[in-house]
């Protein structure tokens, strides 16, 4: 999954009236099984960086330190490791186990999944 989407799950997680600490280990925990799915991945990954990263920035800014913030955060940390040189992933859904690769079509549908994901987190700041 690619980690914009990721972290639009956390964010959604955040925003269901958690504290901080438990968005931040939900979104973690929310990782594993976006990645287990069979799914499209953005190829660019500086694309997903940036998009992530400029994501991030917009949630502490409109809402400080909150649970959307740190649910989001800990949704997205798990790929950090794919800006690092490693050998290997070290991550459950990163490896072997990581969902079938679907082609470019089913960008749509995670941009859908994005868009709904983030319109959830959004409701729950009302
Ligand atoms: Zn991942």
Redesign the pocket.
Known sequence: ?T?IT?AAAGAALGSLGLGSPASFLAGMAS?LP??LVPHWDLKRTWIDTVLTVGALGAILIATGSSPLFWGAAGAAL??LE?LLPLRRKY?P??GAR?GRALGRKHALTQAVLFAALAAAALRGLR
Do not use: E, K, S
């Open positions: 999954m980690t990721h990782h976006l990645d798990p790929d794919h991550f859904g990163h990581h």
